[in-house]
C-alpha cells in the first residue's frame, strides 16, 4: 500500500490520542488517474466506514481506503514537514495521476491532458479556465471558456497568441482552434 514515516506516523498517533471517540484515517484520491488528482487525509468513524474499504492498521490508528484507490496510493509515501512550529503531512503518490498519453493516443486524449496539466493551470491565476468540447472531423479544436476567461476581453488574443499556438505547435493535425463560449456573460470576467 503507502509507506508512513516514523514522524508522520508518530504525529498522526498523537493526533488520535487527543480524540474523545474512536477514529480513523479515511485516505482518498480526488480526480485519480487524471492530471488533476489530489490525496487528501479525513478523520473517519470506523463504525460508519463502507464494506469497500479496506482496513491497514498503523501504530496507535487504523487507516481505510477504498478499493477504488488502493492501485492509485501503490508505492505512496506519507511524510511529516516541519515549517518552523507548524507541522503538515504531505504524500508523493506517483501512481495517484497517472501517465501523460502516448504517441500513439488518440488526439483527444492529448489534447485533454495537455488542457489540465498546462493550459488551465495558467488561465486558473486568472479564475479562468478552458475544456474541450470536441474536436470536429476536420480536425477543429472546439474550447469552452470558464471563470474568469468567459467574458475576458482579453480571450481572442489568449487563445490566438496561445492556446492555439501551443495546440498546433504540440500537434500538427490540428487545422483550427474554435472557441464557442457565450463571452457576453461577462459576471466574472478577469478584466
Do not use: W
Not at 489530489?38 to 498503523?58: G, I, L, Q, S, W
Not at 488502493?70 to 504524500?91: F, H, M, Q, R, Y
Request: hydrophobic share 35%; proline share 5%; charged share 25%.
Amino acid at each position: 500500500m503507502f509507506t508512513i514515516s516514523k514522524e508522520a506516523e508518530t504525529y498522526i498517533a498523537d493526533l488520535f490520542a487527543e480524540q474523545s471517540e474512536e477514529l480513523g484515517l479515511k485516505v482518498e484520491v480526488e480526480k485519480a488517474g487524471t492530471p488533476m488528482a489530489n490525496v487528501t487525509f479525513n478523520f473517519c468513524r470506523p463504525a460508519d466506514m463502507h464494506k469497500k474499504y479496506e482496513k491497514f492498521p498503523y501504530k496507535g490508528f487504523d487507516v481505510y481506503v477504498a478499493v477504488t484507490y488502493i492501485e492509485p496510493l501503490e508505492g505512496a509515501d506519507v511524510a511529516l514537514k516541519i515549517d518552523g512550529t507548524s507541522k503538515k503531512l504531505t504524500i508523493t503518490a506517483p501512481n495517484a495521476k497517472g501517465d501523460a498519453p502516448g504517441k500513439d493516443s488518440p488526439l483527444i486524449e492529448k489534447i485533454q491532458y495537455t488542457l489540465l496539466t498546462e493550459i488551465s493551470p495558467r488561465l486558473a491565476s486568472h479564475g479562468g479556465y478552458a475544456e474541450l468540447v470536441e474536436i470536429t472531423d476536420k480536425k477543429e479544436v472546439v474550447l469552452n471558456f470558464g471563470g474568469g476567461c468567459q467574458g475576458c476581453s482579453s480571450v481572442a488574443i489568449t487563445l490566438k497568441d496561445g492556446i492555439e499556438q501551443e495546440l498546433m505547435g504540440l500537434y500538427p493535425e490540428i487545422i483550427a482552434i474554435l472557441d464557442v463560449t457565450d463571452h457576453t456573460n461577462r459576471e466574472n470576467a478577469y478584466m
